[in-house]
Every structure is written in structure tokens, then in C-alpha cells.
């Protein structure tokens, strides 16, 4: 590769400081656990139907997720 001209860059190790998903599991874990019945739910789950709410559930924490909040991670690990 050198020998055409191009160069090699690696990658650094992984940095949680530089992945947007750490943030937005942190929100999601903040909204479980001021959720206290989820919480107790996803401790006990071993009934289907409390597995399905608990899916739901979570589903619309990660879609409450603010657009701009998002952005806003990706704008500090730097991906835009």
C-alpha cells in the first residue's frame, strides 16, 4: 500500500468518551430506573406478557430520545 502512495491510519482503541450509544444507553437506563415498576418487571420478568410490556416499554424510552439530543452526541464524538 505505501508503494502506491496511500497511507495507513489506524484506528484508536475503543473510547466510550467517543461513542454516541454510550450516552444514549445512559438515558435509557436513567428512564428504567425512575420507572419503578419496569424496574421491579425486568428484575421478575420470566412471564411473557410482562416481557412483551417490558419490550414496549423500553422501545419508547430509546424513541424518546430527542433528535437534537442525539445529534448532540454524535457532534461530540466528533462523527459530524
Known amino acids: 500500500m505505501l508503494s502506491s502512495g496511500k497511507k ?3 484506528l484508536s482503541p475503543y473510547s466510550p468518551d467517543f461513542s454516541p450509544i454510550e ?3 445512559g438515558w435509557v437506563k436513567a428512564l428504567t ?4 415498576l419496569l424496574h421491579e418487571d425486568m428484575c421478575i420478568a420470566n412471564d411473557h406478557e410482562v ?3 417490558t419490550v414496549t416499554c423500553l422501545h419508547e424510552y430509546i424513541f424518546s430520545i430527542p433528535p437534537n439530543l442525539a445529534r448532540s452526541w454524535f ?3 466528533n462523527y459530524i
Open 23 to 25: 450516552p444514549s444507553f
Open 75 to 77: 457532534q461530540h464524538c
Open 51 to 53: 416481557k412483551v410490556a
Open 8 to 10: 495507513v491510519v489506524y
Open 33 to 36: 430506573q425512575h420507572d419503578e
